[in-house]
């Protein structure tokens, strides 16, 4: 998540320069309507409800939108929301969103009409990837349309890049430390801006400020404080991210914040459970990783993992529930009826009950010179901080799941091609129709089956990959300076080990599955009734998502799992 380039400036020193500056640098929401009757009526609507952080403009044309367009263009302001019309007599509304996008192509989209016409929404969706369809009237507004516009400015603002006075990084482009910040930046939803210390004459003022020897990344923050090489601790030190928790016993603490671990959160302190969650990295877990989630409920234009973790993190902290990271837990151990979780750096926090969401990670790529160019050229996941660095390069995807796909079709608008490298003889048994239909209309997508990486190689950063190929044997090495790995996936569990069950690949076992073939309960089973579903081998913890066995590794089924883990928790504490 890199801030858009650009000198850095003072928006307050910019609105103190006058009331009309101030108001012409507002970004920009443009309702377009040729009913001058209709057109009056959004303006004083949208006024009413934006006017004092957005400029509402409106045009009766397409033609007069345009111009509009051409002028903010000009001026280098940003239009936040596009309101269209889609019956209007000079083009259609689909028509002027498909040339208004391909100039501000972050913009929210809004198509409004007065009848329910789900061909031009389906239209609008697949060629402008419409945000949302909104039929007139859309009386009372506070009801059928704000709601709708707060959302879609809320998911804009959290992209929005004005002109930059923020966070610095300035490091080399491919390397594990520089990929690291990063990482952690992108993923806590930090803005910044990177400057590659071996072209952006920039980065000098950076090492300038740091101390003398200090080892890159350097971080400088707004105040003008430099940090070298940091870690991710200290990283979240400086952000004043919370990593204590408030109090030393909960009635539910969630180890892992992904999906699951987020429903749980919200569920728990909705409904009025002191509730902490605790993460390793940030919120969001693989999923927060993912450039597009399009088949997610509720979400037809689909939904970015960030935008999904933003949402779902603001609303569990709404609710109250209190959200550290980065924070380790070490170990799991049982005070009945308590059980006692041991962080990295000693601190014990007491809870009633405990709900394991802890997610998965990717395997490692089995082949030589893979652990030497990890952060280096080589990536497990989607790894989207890459997206700039990756711009007119050839970038190679292994695996042949949803996550894989996802992530071709995401470095595609980026890279100048994009090889997916697939062990299977084709895509059709591991991923969705509509990813294998997408990248078959991409044409900077290729795919090869029947082909494994068997051998990395390269100096400071990855150069070259060796490709296997099963139906002629043949061995053949190309140039690679980018490779993102989505193979199998291992739990996040070893901490788990003599207190927990897990099956023979560290998944935790629940409700049934620790039922031995004679209906024997597990040893260490201390209550009369057998586990409920989601429940592990400890009364009073539960597994959710991902990390639990036989779970289905989608995200809308991680969601329903947090929330039903809530339910079960609640039973739990009224039963025993």
């Known amino acids: 998540m890199n801030a858009a380039q650009g000198s850095p400036a003072s928006p307050a020193r910019a609105a103190a320069a006058s009331p009309e500056r101030a108001e012409s640098r507002k970004p920009v929401i443009l309702a377009v309507d040729d009913d001058p009757q209709v057109l009056r009526a959004v303006r004083r609507d949208l006024r009413s409800a934006y006017g004092d952080r957005y400029r509402v403009l409106g045009a009766s044309s397409a033609a007069d939108a345009l111009k509009i367009l051409d002028s903010l263009d ?38 409004l009409t007065a009848y329910a016409e789900t061909d031009a929404a389906i239209t609008a969706i697949n060629r402008v990837r419409l945000d949302y369809y909104l039929l007139k009237p859309w009386d009372p507004p506070h009801e059928r349309l704000f709601p709708v516009l707060d959302d879609l400015l809320s998911d804009w603002l959290a992209t929005y890049r004005p002109a930059y006075d923020g966070i610095i990084v300035a490091g080399h482009l491919v390397s594990p430390g520089t990929h690291a910040v990063r990482d952690f930046f992108t993923r806590n939803g930090q803005p910044f801006r990177f400057l590659n210390v071996e072209r952006d004459p920039e980065a000098l ?33 400086h ?7 408030s109090r030393p016993h909960y009635e539910c603490v969630i180890v892992g914040a992904g999906p699951a671990g987020l429903a749980a959160g919200v569920y728990a302190a909705s409904e009025g459970l002191s509730t902490l969650m605790l993460d390793s990295r ?163 997508i290729e795919v090869k089956v029947r082909t494994t990486v068997t051998a990395l190689d390269g100096g400071e950063h990855l150069e070259r990959i060796t490709l296997h190929d099963a139906d002629t044997g043949e061995d053949r090495e190309i140039p690679a300076r980018f490779m993102f790995t989505f193979i199998g996936a291992r739990p996040h569990t070893d901490w788990l080990a003599g207190v927990v069950e897990r099956d023979e690949y560290g998944f935790v076992l629940t409700g049934s599955d620790l039922i031995a073939n004679g209906g024997e309960l597990p040893a260490e089973w201390s209550l009369e009734r057998a586990p409920y579903p ?18 289905v590794k989608r995200v809308a089924s991680g969601v329903g799992e947090g929330a039903m883990a809530v339910s079960l928790v609640h039973r739990y504490r009224s039963m025993g």
């Open 282 to 444: 940030a919120p969001g877990g693989q999923a927060g990783t993912s450039s597009l989630i399009e088949n997610y409920l509720g979400f037809p234009s689909g939904l970015s993992g960030g935008d999904l973790t933003r949402r779902a993190t603001i609303q569990a902290a709404r609710f109250g529930a209190e959200i550290l990271h980065p924070v380790e837990v070490v170990s799991l151990t049982r005070d009945d009826p308590a059980k006692i979780l041991t962080l990295a750096d000693g601190t014990e926090i007491s809870a009633e009950t405990v709900l394991l969401a802890t997610g998965v990670s990717y395997n490692r790529l089995q082949a030589p010179g893979a652990d030497r160019f990890e952060g280096a050229g080589l990536y497990y996941g989607a790894a989207t901080t890459e997206s700039s660095a990756c711009i007119s390069q050839h970038v190679f995807i292994v695996g042949g799941a949803n996550s894989a796909g996802q992530a071709a079709v995401h470095f595609a608008k980026y890279a100048a091609r994009v090889t997916i490298l697939v062990r299977a003889a084709s895509l059709d048994a591991s991923m969705s129709r509509y990813l294998i239909d997408e990248i078959e209309r991409t044409p900077n």
């Open 239 to 245: 952000l004043g991210l919370a990593t204590t928790a």
């Open 74 to 111: 000009e001026r280098g302001h940003d239009p936040a929301l596009f309101l269209v019309d889609q019956r209007m007599p000079d083009v259609t509304g689909v028509e002027f969103l498909l040339e208004a996008v391909s100039r501000f192509p972050d913009a929210r989209r809004v198509l």
């Open 534 to 551: 989601l429940e592990t081998s400890v009364p009073g913890v539960f597994a959710a998502g991902d990390v639990r066995a036989h779970s």
């Open 205 to 237: 003022t950076v090492i300038a400020d740091a101390q003398a020897g200090a080892a890159l990344p350097l971080v400088r923050f707004p105040d003008g404080s430099v940090l070298s090489a940091p870690t991710d601790s200290e990283l979240a030190r």
